[in-house]
Protein backbone atom coordinates (compact mmCIF):
# COMPACT_ATOMS: atom_id res chain seq x y z
CA UNK A 1 0.00 0.00 0.00
CA UNK A 2 1.32 3.50 -1.07
CA UNK A 3 -0.31 6.24 1.60
CA UNK A 4 0.02 9.53 0.29
CA UNK A 5 0.05 12.67 2.19
CA UNK A 6 -2.02 15.47 0.35
CA UNK A 7 -0.42 18.23 -1.07
CA UNK A 8 0.44 21.62 0.20
CA UNK A 9 -1.99 23.69 1.15
CA UNK A 10 -3.14 27.50 1.63
CA UNK A 11 -3.78 26.67 5.42
CA UNK A 12 -0.32 25.17 5.43
CA UNK A 13 1.29 27.98 4.37
CA UNK A 14 -0.91 30.06 6.64
CA UNK A 15 0.25 28.42 9.86
CA UNK A 16 -3.95 27.08 10.41
CA UNK A 17 -4.93 24.14 11.83
CA UNK A 18 -7.52 23.39 8.76
CA UNK A 19 -9.14 20.36 10.31
CA UNK A 20 -11.67 19.61 8.31
CA UNK A 21 -12.74 23.24 7.38
CA UNK A 22 -14.40 23.72 3.91
CA UNK A 23 -12.57 25.62 1.16
CA UNK A 24 -8.96 24.53 2.10
CA UNK A 25 -7.20 23.86 -1.21
CA UNK A 26 -4.10 23.27 -2.78
CA UNK A 27 -1.31 25.89 -3.67
CA UNK A 28 0.59 26.39 -6.49
CA UNK A 29 3.28 23.97 -4.56
CA UNK A 30 0.97 21.39 -3.40
CA UNK A 31 -0.16 21.05 -7.26
CA UNK A 32 2.86 20.19 -8.25
CA UNK A 33 3.63 18.33 -5.72
CA UNK A 34 0.50 15.69 -6.32
CA UNK A 35 1.94 15.40 -9.90
CA UNK A 36 5.25 14.47 -9.04
CA UNK A 37 3.56 11.70 -6.99
CA UNK A 38 1.75 10.74 -9.80
CA UNK A 39 5.36 10.63 -12.06
CA UNK A 40 6.37 8.43 -9.18
CA UNK A 41 3.80 5.98 -10.19
CA UNK A 42 5.86 4.70 -13.36
CA UNK A 43 5.96 1.22 -13.25
CA UNK A 44 3.20 0.60 -10.50
CA UNK A 45 0.03 -0.86 -11.33
CA UNK A 46 -2.78 0.37 -9.00
CA UNK A 47 -5.45 -2.04 -8.26
CA UNK A 48 -7.43 1.04 -6.22
CA UNK A 49 -6.78 4.31 -5.09
CA UNK A 50 -8.67 5.11 -1.89
CA UNK A 51 -9.29 9.10 -0.21
CA UNK A 52 -10.66 10.95 2.37
CA UNK A 53 -13.21 13.01 1.33
CA UNK A 54 -11.36 16.38 2.02
CA UNK A 55 -11.26 18.65 -0.60
CA UNK A 56 -7.19 18.81 -0.39
CA UNK A 57 -6.77 14.96 -0.44
CA UNK A 58 -9.73 14.14 -3.33
CA UNK A 59 -7.25 17.43 -5.53
CA UNK A 60 -4.26 15.47 -4.36
CA UNK A 61 -5.85 12.16 -6.18
CA UNK A 62 -7.31 14.39 -9.28
CA UNK A 63 -3.47 15.84 -10.14
CA UNK A 64 -1.72 12.38 -9.46
CA UNK A 65 -3.85 10.44 -11.55
CA UNK A 66 -3.89 12.54 -14.20
CA UNK A 67 0.11 13.27 -14.07
CA UNK A 68 0.02 9.13 -13.77
CA UNK A 69 -2.26 8.21 -16.92
CA UNK A 70 -3.90 6.62 -15.13
CA UNK A 71 -7.89 6.23 -15.51
CA UNK A 72 -9.23 5.23 -11.81
CA UNK A 73 -12.30 6.31 -10.07
CA UNK A 74 -11.15 7.13 -6.68
CA UNK A 75 -13.22 5.92 -3.26
CA UNK A 76 -14.19 8.54 -1.10
CA UNK A 77 -13.71 6.69 2.88
CA UNK A 78 -14.94 8.88 5.64
CA UNK A 79 -12.40 6.81 8.07
CA UNK A 80 -9.49 8.56 6.35
CA UNK A 81 -10.81 11.93 6.80
CA UNK A 82 -8.87 14.45 8.38
CA UNK A 83 -8.87 14.77 12.41
CA UNK A 84 -11.87 16.02 14.23
CA UNK A 85 -10.02 18.60 15.96
CA UNK A 86 -13.09 20.32 17.39
CA UNK A 87 -12.71 24.10 19.30
CA UNK A 88 -9.07 23.94 17.73
CA UNK A 89 -10.04 23.72 14.00
CA UNK A 90 -9.44 26.82 12.08
CA UNK A 91 -6.84 28.36 14.92
CA UNK A 92 -3.26 29.07 14.42
CA UNK A 93 -1.15 27.00 15.55
CA UNK A 94 1.37 29.30 17.00
CA UNK A 95 -1.86 30.22 19.29
CA UNK A 96 -3.23 26.20 20.41
CA UNK A 97 0.85 26.58 21.23
CA UNK A 98 -0.11 28.06 24.01
CA UNK A 99 -3.05 25.51 25.73
CA UNK A 100 -2.34 23.73 28.21
CA UNK A 101 -3.67 20.75 26.05
CA UNK A 102 -0.90 21.01 23.42
CA UNK A 103 1.68 19.68 25.95
CA UNK A 104 -0.45 16.14 26.29
CA UNK A 105 -0.63 16.16 22.56
CA UNK A 106 2.81 16.18 21.99
CA UNK A 107 3.61 14.15 24.84
CA UNK A 108 0.96 12.04 25.92
CA UNK A 109 -1.11 11.90 23.01
CA UNK A 110 -2.52 8.66 24.02
CA UNK A 111 -4.44 10.61 26.61
CA UNK A 112 -5.28 13.36 24.28
CA UNK A 113 -8.86 14.24 22.98
CA UNK A 114 -9.50 17.50 20.97
CA UNK A 115 -11.70 19.82 22.30
CA UNK A 116 -15.60 19.37 21.50
CA UNK A 117 -13.94 16.82 18.84
CA UNK A 118 -12.43 13.03 18.90
CA UNK A 119 -9.44 11.79 20.39
CA UNK A 120 -5.90 10.99 18.96
CA UNK A 121 -6.75 7.33 19.62
CA UNK A 122 -9.96 7.34 17.85
CA UNK A 123 -8.47 8.64 14.90
CA UNK A 124 -5.77 5.58 15.01
CA UNK A 125 -8.98 3.22 14.88
CA UNK A 126 -10.76 4.20 12.31
CA UNK A 127 -7.66 4.26 9.74
CA UNK A 128 -6.55 1.09 10.67
CA UNK A 129 -9.89 -0.23 10.04
CA UNK A 130 -10.24 1.58 6.99
CA UNK A 131 -7.05 0.12 5.40
CA UNK A 132 -7.11 -3.38 6.59
CA UNK A 133 -10.94 -3.38 5.68
CA UNK A 134 -9.73 -2.13 2.25
CA UNK A 135 -6.37 -4.44 1.82
CA UNK A 136 -8.75 -7.29 2.34
CA UNK A 137 -10.88 -7.05 -0.70
CA UNK A 138 -7.76 -7.13 -2.99
CA UNK A 139 -5.61 -9.83 -3.88
CA UNK A 140 -2.21 -9.89 -1.97
CA UNK A 141 0.23 -9.36 -4.48
CA UNK A 142 -2.16 -6.07 -5.47
CA UNK A 143 -1.00 -2.50 -4.57
CA UNK A 144 -3.40 0.47 -3.91
CA UNK A 145 -3.01 3.79 -3.02
CA UNK A 146 -4.48 6.17 -0.32
CA UNK A 147 -4.20 9.89 0.45
CA UNK A 148 -4.99 11.22 4.13
CA UNK A 149 -3.57 13.49 5.99
CA UNK A 150 -0.67 14.10 8.27
CA UNK A 151 -2.16 13.22 11.75
CA UNK A 152 -4.22 10.20 10.44
CA UNK A 153 -0.75 8.91 8.43
CA UNK A 154 1.04 9.67 10.97
CA UNK A 155 -1.17 7.00 13.57
CA UNK A 156 -1.32 4.33 10.58
CA UNK A 157 2.64 4.18 10.53
CA UNK A 158 2.53 3.83 14.50
CA UNK A 159 0.46 1.23 14.18
CA UNK A 160 3.01 -0.63 11.64
CA UNK A 161 6.00 -0.45 13.00
CA UNK A 162 3.92 -1.60 16.57
CA UNK A 163 4.75 1.03 18.52
CA UNK A 164 3.26 2.80 21.36
CA UNK A 165 0.98 5.33 20.99
CA UNK A 166 2.79 7.96 22.49
CA UNK A 167 5.49 7.77 20.51
CA UNK A 168 3.33 8.31 17.44
CA UNK A 169 4.94 12.59 17.83
CA UNK A 170 7.95 11.20 16.44
CA UNK A 171 6.95 10.66 13.14
CA UNK A 172 6.62 13.22 10.57
CA UNK A 173 5.04 13.34 7.16
CA UNK A 174 5.20 16.41 5.06
CA UNK A 175 2.81 17.46 2.21
CA UNK A 176 3.33 15.58 -0.97
CA UNK A 177 5.20 12.76 0.36
CA UNK A 178 4.46 9.37 0.23
CA UNK A 179 4.65 5.99 3.02
CA UNK A 180 4.72 2.52 1.67
CA UNK A 181 3.65 -0.50 3.80
CA UNK A 182 3.73 -4.20 2.89
CA UNK A 183 0.53 -4.88 4.86
CA UNK A 184 -0.48 -8.46 6.00
CA UNK A 185 -2.01 -11.08 3.55
CA UNK A 186 -5.02 -11.96 6.00
CA UNK A 187 -5.71 -8.72 7.71
CA UNK A 188 -8.85 -10.35 9.68
CA UNK A 189 -6.32 -12.02 11.65
CA UNK A 190 -4.24 -9.27 12.68
CA UNK A 191 -4.95 -7.20 15.51
CA UNK A 192 -6.57 -3.72 14.75
CA UNK A 193 -6.62 -2.06 18.13
CA UNK A 194 -4.94 0.78 18.84
CA UNK A 195 -1.44 1.14 21.12
CA UNK A 196 0.73 -1.09 18.78
CA UNK A 197 -0.61 -4.33 19.67
CA UNK A 198 1.17 -7.86 18.93
CA UNK A 199 -0.43 -8.96 15.55
CA UNK A 200 -1.66 -12.47 16.13
CA UNK A 201 -0.01 -14.23 13.24
CA UNK A 202 3.54 -12.99 14.02
CA UNK A 203 4.60 -14.65 10.85
CA UNK A 204 3.19 -11.22 8.22
CA UNK A 205 2.87 -8.51 10.43
CA UNK A 206 3.15 -5.19 8.60
CA UNK A 207 5.87 -4.13 7.12
CA UNK A 208 6.88 0.30 6.43
CA UNK A 209 9.42 -0.13 3.71
CA UNK A 210 10.04 3.94 3.26
CA UNK A 211 8.53 6.82 5.09
CA UNK A 212 7.78 10.48 3.98
CA UNK A 213 9.33 9.92 1.13
CA UNK A 214 9.67 12.84 -0.85
CA UNK A 215 11.31 11.63 -4.20
CA UNK A 216 11.96 8.92 -6.43
CA UNK A 217 9.76 5.84 -8.22
CA UNK A 218 8.05 3.88 -5.86
CA UNK A 219 8.44 1.03 -7.81
CA UNK A 220 11.46 0.32 -6.03
CA UNK A 221 9.05 -0.20 -2.88
CA UNK A 222 6.33 -2.14 -4.39
CA UNK A 223 7.98 -4.67 -6.21
CA UNK A 224 6.46 -8.49 -4.25
CA UNK A 225 9.72 -9.63 -1.81
CA UNK A 226 9.76 -12.47 0.33
CA UNK A 227 10.09 -12.13 4.28
CA UNK A 228 13.79 -11.19 5.45
CA UNK A 229 15.13 -11.83 8.39
CA UNK A 230 16.53 -7.71 8.95
CA UNK A 231 17.23 -5.08 6.98
CA UNK A 232 15.67 -3.72 3.96
CA UNK A 233 15.46 -4.54 0.16
CA UNK A 234 18.24 -2.11 -0.28
Not at 37 to 65: D, I, M, N
Not at 68 to 74: T, V, Y
Amino acid sequence: MIAVRHGRSTANTAGVLAGRTAGVELDETGIEQARELGRRLEGVELAAVVTSPVQRCRQTVEHLLEAAGRDLAPHLDNRLVESDYGDWQGRALKDLADDPLWEVVQKAPSQARFPNGESMLEVQERVVDAVLDWNSRLPDTSVWLLASHGDPLAALVNWAVGAPFDNVQRIGLDPGSATVIALPSNPASHDTGAGGGEDSDLARPPRVLTVNSPEGLLSRWTAPAAPQVGGSRG
